[in-house]
């Protein structure tokens, strides 16, 4: 059963970044398209950025577009969100997960942005 691993959070300042990334407990998700969830504070969980299989295609939600870059390294192990010019309402816990979503979702990395 693959168990996502999200880490890179943290304590971010207005205009701030962080870099995220996604494992899947030693598992390759070379064979997946990925994408890049957040959950705010008594909001539902919404999508944040996709990334193809190969890597060459990427999609983002209006809310991040221009300040945030998903990526993925070349062997297929590691999904990462690069994170820049972050905004109060960008804290939220993040989450990823293949596509089409598998059922069980990781604990998340807590991402905090406050002055």
């Known amino acids: 059963q693959v168990q996502f691993v999200e880490s890179g959070g943290g304590l971010a300042q207005p205009g701030g970044s962080l870099k995220l990334s996604c494992t899947a407990n030693?598992?390759?998700?070379?064979?997946?398209?990925m994408r890049w969830f957040r959950q705010a504070p008594g909001k539902g969980r919404e999508f944040v950025a996709e990334?193809?299989?190969?890597?060459?295609?990427?999609f983002y939600a209006d809310s991040v577009k221009g300040r945030f870059t998903v990526s993925r390294d070349s062997a297929g192990n590691t999904v990462y969100l690069q994170m820049n010019s972050l905004n109060p309402e960008d804290t939220a816990v993040y989450y990823c997960n293949t596509i089409p979503p598998k059922a069980t979702w990781g604990q998340g990395t807590q991402v905090t942005v406050s002055v």
């Open positions: 990334i193809n299989r190969n890597g060459d295609m990427t």
């Open positions: 030693g598992r390759t998700v070379s064979d997946y398209a």
